[in-house]
Each structure stands twice: as structure tokens, then as C-alpha cells.
């Protein structure tokens, strides 16, 4: 695992020839840990933190790439100016074309950080201009990996409502990944997605209803606060049944 600590040092020792990095990771959230903990250990105060506005509704604008180059042109008011583009991905061809001027040479105290989650969707011409720093490198994707980890579990646990799984592996399978009421609707939830998909697939719609209509009564019971633990087992057997 690299060390973000050592990158730093790079960055303010002058080590590092880039000046513009593609920060690439699949949660944004992660992404702006990794970007807020870089831009800390180089000391960039509010003011030498700019990002790129999006006047747009779900996408940057010529006119932003302007302002947003002519503030860094003006440079840090400390050490270093942090120019951020969140969602660099969303950005047109057209949009990416004007910034690559500031990307290849911008000022001196500037460092341009790209956020994505899917850099093959910016041009060649801005890649080959950053240097790609990936935050799962840096430790920064753990708490994601354990999420959807959580998530697989639960998911395993509502295909045992509907295969030929004994009671006992069922009641094992809730005790180690239901902690909460919310766990125990996202296994309702992946439930009865599974039980719809039935209804389009399989040979008797009619019953993938009946199923459908109690893991709803299971599902309200949970909301009306019942014990969660119960309620699934109670499904269980009403399935099995």
C-alpha cells in the first residue's frame, strides 16, 4: 500500500515532476477523503482551495473552465493553489479541450486534482497530461470494500429464503449479517427483487405474489419496530411452507 504521507513530501519537496493528477476511485466519498487529506498536508488554506463550479445541472459549462483557469492563474496566496475538478468524467470535449492549456502548464503553485471514477471517459490528450493516482492504493477504498462486503452477505442470505436451504443455515446466515433494522430491509428488499424477477421468469406468477405479500407483512413488522430477527424467521418458514 503507498503512503500518502510520502506523496506529500513529493509534492512540497518539488520531487514529484507532476503537476496535474487524475484521482481516480469508485466512491466519491473516497475520493474526496484522499483529495482533503493531500490538500491538508500541503498546507492549502480556503483560499488556495479552488473547485470547479457547475453551473450546469449535471454537467460543467464552457464558462466554468474559464473562471475556473482564471483563478489559478493568479497562483497561491501560501505555498500551493489546489485547483479540484469534482467528477472530472462529467466533463464535454469541449469542456476538456479548453482546461488542456491549464492542465499542461499551469501556474507554478498550482496543483490539479481530477476526481473520477471513470477516467477512460476524459480525453487522451488530458490523460496523457496527469499522472493517475489510484485512492484504493492509498487505503482509502477499505471502508467501501467492507460495505459491500455487508451487502453480499446480506444478499446471500435472502437467496436461502428461496432455495433449498435448512432453517438453521438461514438463522445463522441473519445472526452474522442482520445488526439492523435497515439490514433487515435490504434483505426484504433483495427478496422481493428476486421473487419479481421470478414472476417474469417462472411458470406460476401466482405464487411469486403470494411470496411477495409476505415478505410485505414482514416487512411492515419490521418497520413497526418487531423484532427483526423474528420477523425473517417467521418469513422463512412462511416461505418454506
Known amino acids: 500500500m503507498r503512503d500518502i504521507v510520502e506523496l506529500v513530501e513529493n509534492l512540497r519537496s518539488g520531487e514529484s515532476a ?4 487524475i484521482i481516480e476511485g469508485r466512491s466519491k466519498e473516497a475520493r474526496n477523503r484522499f483529495i482533503g487529506e493531500l490538500i491538508s498536508g500541503l498546507g492549502c488554506s480556503s483560499l488556495d482551495t479552488v473547485r470547479m463550479d457547475m453551473s450546469g445541472k449535471s454537467a460543467y459549462k464552457v464558462d466554468d473552465a474559464s473562471a475556473f483557469s482564471e483563478r489559478l492563474m493568479m497562483g497561491a496566496y501560501g505555498s500551493f493553489l489546489a485547483g479540484i475538478i ?7 470535449e469541449i469542456v476538456q479541450n479548453k482546461l488542456l492549456k491549464t492542465i499542461e502548464e499551469p501556474h507554478s503553485s ?13 480525453l487522451s490528450t488530458v490523460r496523457s497530461r496527469c499522472m ?7 487505503g482509502f477504498e477499505d471502508e467501501d470494500a467492507e460495505e459491500a462486503a455487508r451487502l453480499d ?31 433487515a430491509l435490504l434483505l426484504v428488499d433483495a427478496l ?50
Do not use: W
Open 18 to 21: 507532476a503537476h496535474a493528477y
Open 86 to 92: 469534482d467528477d472530472a468524467d462529467s466533463m464535454s
Open 110 to 122: 498550482v496543483v490539479l486534482l481530477l476526481g473520477t471514477s471513470n477516467p477512460d471517459h476524459l
Open 132 to 138: 493517475t493516482l489510484r485512492v484504493s492504493d492509498y
Open 153 to 183: 452477505e446480506i444478499a446471500e442470505a435472502a437467496a436461502l429464503m428461496t432455495d433449498g436451504s435448512h432453517f438453521y443455515e438461514f438463522r445463522e446466515a441473519i445472526n452474522k449479517c442482520v445488526k439492523s433494522k435497515s439490514d
Open 192 to 241: 422481493e427483487d428476486s421473487l419479481r424477477e421470478g414472476m417474469l421468469t417462472g411458470d406460476d406468477p401466482a405464487a411469486y405474489a403470494e411470496c411477495i405479500e409476505l415478505a410485505e407483512t414482514a416487512r411492515a413488522d419490521i418497520e413497526r419496530d418487531m423484532d427483526k430477527i423474528k420477523a425473517l424467521k417467521r418469513l422463512f418458514l412462511e416461505l418454506k411452507g
